[in-house]
T-cell receptor, first 111, second 113 residues
Framework: DAKTTQPPSMDCAEGRAANLPCNHS???????VYWYRQIHSQGPQYIIH???NNETNEMASLIITEDRKSSTLILPHATLRDTAVYYC????????????FGQGTRLTINP | EAQVTQNPRYLITVTGKKLTVTCSQN?????MSWYRQDPGLGLRQIYY???????DKGDVPEGYKVSRKEKRNFPLILESPSPNQTSLYFC????????????FGPGTRLTVT
């Protein structure tokens, strides 16, 4: 599975869009990009995933560059409850039976 | 409500006293797994189960046992806990292997003295 690189921390003002970047320059053609978040020692929560096309759900949008070497998770109107550690994970459907969480990005939403 | 439940949520115990952390899911998921989370080490998989009676080791299985006698339950057993098993434990489940959306339980904070 491809390795990912995320900034260790980011800040965002409440009500603004939070844009979290992830680099995965060694991603291969059959690997998906997944995003999970963990709010202060709670269980990780699935957010969104995608392969090539941009994806949107009720929680967030995922923008994947055309060369698929990087992606951005967008929380369109961040609230204080979005303060969490966000993990970008690259996986193939033929990968090992586990999720490999890196260090993630600690996102702090400020009032 | 679709959920993964774990019990107990908090546990302080002594070295060598056998304990079981229960995990149950109500989503009819085939795949279940256990992770532990430690500062600086992130989340690491302990054991996983592809289906009833099918279990396999993850990255850090030493000192742990699991069983999958029913689809909904996947207990984690520490036969003789030691202080290095002090950690935050998460159970997770999904429709299929890890590449499906995984649902995590609320966590069990275990302290072994």
């Amino acid at each position: 599975d491809a390795k990912t690189t995320q900034p260790p921390s980011m800040d965002c003002a409440e009500g603004r869009a939070a844009n979290l970047p992830c680099n995965h320059s060694t991603i291969s053609g059959n690997e998906y990009v997944y995003w999970y978040r963990q709010i202060h020692s709670q269980g990780p929560q699935y957010i969104i995933h995608g392969l090539k096309n941009n994806e949107t759900n009720e929680m967030a949008s995922l923008i994947i560059t055309e060369d698929r070497k990087s992606s951005t998770l967008i929380l369109p109107h961040a609230t204080l409850r979005d303060t969490a550690v966000y993990y970008c994970i690259v996986r193939s459907f033929q990968g090992a039976q586990k999720l490999v969480f890196g260090q993630g990005t600690r996102l702090t939403i400020n009032p | 409500e679709a959920q993964v439940t774990q019990n107990p949520r908090y546990l302080i115990t002594v070295t060598g006293k056998k304990l079981t952390v229960t995990c149950s899911q109500n989503m009819n998921h085939e795949y279940m797994s256990w992770y532990r989370q430690d500062p600086g080490l992130g989340l690491r998989q302990i054991y996983y189960s592809m289906n009833v009676e099918v279990t396999d080791k993850g990255d850090v299985p030493e000192g742990y046992k699991v069983s999958r006698k029913e689809k909904r339950n996947f207990p984690l057993i520490l036969e003789s806990p030691s202080p290095n098993q002090t950690s935050l434990y998460f159970c997770a489940s999904s429709l299929g292997p890890a590449n499906y959306e995984q649902y995590f339980g609320p966590g069990t904070r275990l302290t072994v003295t």
